[in-house]
């Protein structure tokens, strides 16, 4: 049961029937076959057909049904070396299968690819439950599990690792609870599907399209390019067209002169699964936390939120919570001196405008100007997207020794990706990046890391293949993207886990990379954004797009200047998706209406009337497209929180690309992957458990 890309590995299970095996598929269907070429292998892109995918799929299940049969049926008595080692090796054509087949699902979703979607879910989430419900596989593994203290340290956290996952998945069940608990679990694989493809058919088919000069005030050039070819590709050929992604609409919020036009936009954006219309997804959402709280029950817990966080590095719903409600006070009191601030330009315009949402992000940037002299469309001339790669890869060669070389020759998924070859500081082979940075019709929005293939070295070196995946709209054939600062500051945060992944150097590929607790995932990369604002990577790689010139000094004083500038709006609208997530699996088996549950909650929490959740209920991906971050979206909290305090590791010495500091870094952390729990990770690289108080200085918010 190593990393799955399209098996839950959280879900859980009972003994169904072996598939039958599909005669000759692994030799007609070439997404079955093992990858071949350089590096190790490389995933056949250039050889995807849609049809494929679902024999593909069955054929997958099941040869790991049978792998799993032989584990089962062995005559042996269980040991690490007949049981939890021929584990590992099973379901390797699962994974290869699943990696192609969710990045066609996450990045070039087309009605046909949906299909697929619809009818495979279900089946998929059966087969995980089989498996993790097999009853003789655990009674072989937890028999390991007992027998642990003659193993490796690395044995022992993978016994406990699966012993853990299959008690959890409700191993220990009764038959009749294992059965309800596998029809919980295809139930919420369908709801998921449904909720991802609601979120997706409205994040493609609302665009607003600007036809006139007036329409455009305010919009900065880059802007005006971007939305230009984004219209040109959709056949408006002439016309500006503002998408409903949030690479899209954060700008236009920003620049847009048109109050009437960022209220549209607003407002369409944040609808998104809201519109009571086929693609609404509150039914869903009703029916998902249902679901889950039956099945927690189920399992023992008393909530989903409970069984969701005990496996974390929190532990318990309740440190999450406090930690969440120790830094919420602070953020609302600072978005109240943001608003008033921003007020008071609004009134000296003498305009009529009382701030509302639509008008935060196109004010604070007004109130920047004002108090810091700092217009970010200063700054943006300077952040290409290609040369911010550059400096990616230049900051992790300082800490980590890596090197990255362009390849070609490697089949793509899309022509906009672009892959690369990493070696390590002696010039051997590490792994290859893969860069897929635009935006496109059948692309879900934001940005993210994915591991192709895990790093391991149990059955032979197998090394890492990672992505890192974006949404920037592209600009004019020949023109270089230009990137917010936010934008960029993501860039270094999703590098984070691939540096996460590419440093990995452990046995068992359940135990590799970014395979570690939810809240501590984002730990690593998190932390990468330090870098960004260096002025080693800023000097070398903030140039001027026409120019060629670097950032000037004083531009870069007046960044670090405004560094606390926004925080009330940034952490408010987080915290309030974070603490609705929590608030709404703490609910138990409430029947939850989740508009009115979203408004109440948050009234009570105080949340101000001039920001919205960053992810709104309806469209909250992170914890209704899969069981992912469900009651964990606190986890980018609890990470930022060892985020700052490590980086104050790296200040408290020789600065941020101290060696020595780097190498504990690497030996401690970021090679480590699930070898060693989270908590003595942190306490190996600090010397002690993480302190609050560098996050809160770093916000400018109080300290006591």
Known sequence: MKRRTFLAASAAFAAAPLLPAVAGAAEANPLTLDWTGPYGGVPPFDKVKVADFAPALTEAMAQERAEIDAIVTDKSPPTFA????????????????????????????????????????????????????NAPLFARIAAVYDARASLTPEQQRLAWLHWNRFVR???????????????????????????????LADETDYVL?????????????????????????????????????????????????????????????????????????????KKILKLRAERAKLLGYPTHAHWRVENAMAKTPEAAMALMMRVWPSAVARVHQEVAEMQAIADAEKGGVKIAAWDYRYYAEKVRAARYDLDMNQVKPYLQLDKLREGMHWAAGQLYGFSFHPVTGVPVAHPDITVWEV?????????????????????????????????????????????????????????PVLVSWDDAKTMFHEFGHALHGLNSAVVYPSLSGTAVARDYVEFPSQLNENWLPTPEVLNRFALHYKTGKPIPAE????????????????????????????????????????????????????????????HRTPQFQHIFASDGYSAGYYSYLWSEVLDHDAFEAFEEAGGPYDKTVAKRLHDKIMSVGNTVDPADQYRAFRGRDPDVKAYLRDKGFPTT
């Open 82 to 133: 007949n049981t939890l080692v021929p584990l590992e090796k099973s379901g390797a054509m699962s994974d290869r299968v699943g990696t192609i087949y969710g990045i066609w699902s996450g990045t070039l979703s087309t009605p046909e690819v949906r299909a697929v979607d619809k009818e495979m879910a279900p089946k998929l989430a059966a087969h995980s439950d089989a498996i993790l419900q």
């Open 555 to 614: 531009l870069v004083a007046k960044i670090t200047k405004a560094h606390t500038f926004r925080q009330g709006f940034d952490v408010t609208e987080y915290l309030a998706s974070a603490l609705i997530d929590m608030k709404l699996h703490l609910a138990g088996d409430a029947d939850i209406d989740p508009d009115a549950f979203e408004r109440e909650e948050l009234k009570k929490l105080g949340m101000p009337d001039e920001l919205p959740m960053r």
């Open 169 to 199: 998945a409700g191993a220990k069940l009764s038959g009749p609870d294992k059965a309800r608990v596998a029809q919980i679990n295809q139930e919420l694989a369908g709801l998921f599907t449904s909720f991802n493809q609601n979120l």
């Open 209 to 285: 399209y600007l036809r006139v000069e007036s329409e455009l005030a305010g919009l900065p050039d880059d802007v005006r390019a971007a939305a230009a070819q984004a219209a040109e590709e959709r056949g408006h050929k002439g016309e500006f067209a503002i998408l409903n992604t949030r690479s899209s609409i954060d700008p236009f919020l920003t620049y847009s002169a048109r109050r009437d036009l960022r209220e549209k936009v607003w407002r369409t954006f944040y609808s998104r699964g809201d519109n009571g219309d086929a693609h609404d997804n509150n039914a869903l959402i």
């Open 423 to 479: 070696k390590g500081a002696a010039g051997q082979h590490v792994g290859l990046w893969y860069f897929d940075p635009y935006a496109r019709t059948g692309k879900r929005s934001g940005a993210w890391m994915n591991a192709y293939r895990s790093q391991s070295t149990f059955d032979g070196v197998v090394t890492t293949i990672v992505s890192n995946n974006a949404n920037f709209v592209k600009g004019a054939p020949g023109e």
